[in-house]
C-alpha cells in the first residue's frame, strides 16, 4: 500500500500530452486552449457612455447648454460639441468629438427650449478606449479550460476558431454478476449499475470523451476480452468492481496476463483502498473499487488529474480551508480519508450523513469532501481543514 501523494504522483507522470486540434468555437466549452488568444481590437473600442446622460465639455459643466443631437447605442455621433453645447446620449454609445465629460441624466434639467442644465456633484461617465483591453493583449491563457465566461471572450475578441487538445478517449466497463444496467429491475441479489454511469458523466464533466462498454460478467475470458479491447480502442479504461480480494475479483490478474505493468493495487485512502493503476505502449488502466462513492473520489482525486494533465490544464481542484463546526473522531487512522460534507452559512464544515463506500445517496447532499490526514485519528471543533469541492 502507497500513500496516496506517491501514488498521484505516479499516475501524472505516465500523463503524456494530447495533440491538438483546430475547433469552432461554439463548440469548445470543456476544452482546454492549446494556445494564448490575443484581442484583435480594442476593448472597448470606442469611448463610450457608462450611463445615460449628456456628453459635454468638463469645463461648461455649470452652464446651460443647448442640446443638439441624441445618440443611441450602436449608432454613430452626427455632430462635434462645441462651445454652449451638448447631446444626449444612451448607455454604450460612442462619446462625441469636442465631449470630455458624460454626466448622468439624473443631474440634469433639461427646459422645453430644448436646453439643458445640471446639478448635483457629477462624476465623469466615460469609459475609455482600451480601458479594458488592448489589441494585441493576451485575453486567454493556454491551458484554461473552457467555459461560458471564456465563450464570451472568445466572440468579443472575433476568435471564432480555436486551437485546443484533443479529448482523450475514456472507455469505461464496468464488472460483476451483481449489477445490472438502471432500466432492469434488480432480483434481490441484484443492484443497478450507478458507478458505470456516475463515471461516464464525470468524464465528460472533465472534458474528455467517454466511450462506456456495458456490464462484463464475473468471468475471466470475457473479462479479459473486455480489458483487451478496451486498451486497444481508448487512450484510459477505467473498470470498476473486481480489484478487491474476492475469488471472483479477477482484474489485477488479468492486467498482468495482459502485459499490463501495474504501478500500485492499494492506496492509502478511504474509500478506495484497492484501486490499480497499470501501463501498456502509452495506455493507462485504472481499477477502481465497486462501490460508488469509493469510485467517484478516486475518479476526482486520480483519475481527473491524469486527464487534466494530459489536455494540459492548469488547475485540477478547488480546495477551501474551513474550520470544522463540530468535533469528529475516527476508529482507525492508517488512511487519509474523504469524507462527505456540507458548508453551513457559517462557513464551517458539517460531516454528512454518512454510512459507508455504498452510501452514495450522501453525494447529492455534500458539497465537498473534507481530507482527514493519514494519522489524524480526531479533530476539534474549530480546526481546520482542506475541503475540495465538487
Request: charge should be negative; aromatic fraction near 8%.
Amino acid at each position: 500500500m502507497i500513500l496516496f501523494e506517491e501514488a498521484l504522483h505516479i499516475v501524472l507522470q505516465k500523463a503524456s500530452l494530447a495533440p491538438t486540434e483546430s475547433i469552432h468555437f461554439s463548440e469548445s466549452a470543456g476544452r482546454v486552449l492549446a494556445a494564448d488568444v490575443l484581442s484583435d481590437m480594442d476593448m472597448p473600442p470606442f469611448d463610450k457612455a457608462a450611463m445615460d446622460g449628456f456628453a459635454i465639455r468638463e469645463s461648461e459643466i455649470n452652464h446651460d447648454l443647448e442640446i443638439i443631437e441624441t445618440i443611441a447605442a450602436g449608432q454613430t455621433p452626427q455632430k462635434e460639441i462645441s462651445p454652449g453645447t451638448a447631446a444626449r446620449i444612451m448607455t454604450g454609445a460612442p462619446v462625441p468629438k469636442g465631449a470630455d465629460f458624460v454626466i448622468q441624466v439624473e443631474l440634469s434639467e433639461t427646459a422645453c427650449n430644448n436646453r439643458v442644465a445640471f446639478n448635483g456633484h457629477p462624476k465623469n461617465n466615460i469609459i475609455y478606449q482600451g480601458s479594458d483591453i488592448k489589441t494585441g493583449d493576451v485575453v486567454l491563457h493556454k491551458g484554461q479550460q473552457l467555459d461560458a465566461r471564456h465563450i464570451a471572450v472568445l466572440a468579443s475578441v472575433g476568435c471564432t476558431q480555436v486551437e485546443v487538445y484533443k479529448k482523450p478517449l475514456v472507455g469505461i466497463i464496468s464488472t460483476g454478476d451483481e449489477i445490472v444496467e438502471p432500466s432492469q429491475k434488480p432480483t434481490p441479489s441484484q443492484i443497478r449499475n450507478s458507478n458505470g454511469h456516475q463515471l461516464i458523466a464525470q468524464v465528460a464533466d472533465s472534458g474528455a470523451e467517454p466511450h462506456y462498454y456495458g456490464i462484463v460478467k464475473d468471468d475471466y475470458q470475457l473479462t479479459r476480452d473486455a480489458i483487451e479491447k478496451g486498451m486497444n480502442e481508448c487512450d484510459v479504461l477505467l473498470l470498476t468492481g473486481g480489484v478487491s480480494m474476492g475469488d471472483f475479483d479477477f482484474v489485477p490478474k488479468i492486467m498482468s496476463d495482459l502485459g499490463i505493468d501495474i504501478l500500485f493495487d492499494k492506496v492509502a485512502v478511504q474509500p478506495g483502498k484497492p484501486t490499480t493503476f497499470g501501463v501498456k505502449n502509452n495506455k493507462v488502466v485504472f481499477g477502481l473499487p465497486g462501490n460508488p462513492v469509493s469510485s467517484f473520489i478516486q475518479f476526482d482525486i486520480l483519475v481527473k488529474p491524469f486527464i487534466y494533465k494530459t489536455m494540459n490544464a492548469d488547475q485540477f481542484e478547488l480546495t477551501l480551508k474551513l474550520p470544522l463546526a463540530s468535533n469528529y473522531t475516527r476508529k482507525k487512522a492508517d488512511r487519509s480519508a474523504y469524507i462527505p460534507v456540507t458548508i453551513n452559512n457559517k462557513s464551517q464544515v458539517v460531516p454528512a450523513n454518512y454510512h459507508g463506500s455504498a452510501h452514495i445517496f450522501a453525494l447529492p447532499q455534500s458539497h465537498g469532501v473534507a481530507v482527514i490526514p493519514r494519522g489524524v485519528f480526531q479533530l476539534k471543533a474549530g480546526d481546520w481543514v482542506d475541503v475540495r469541492l465538487f
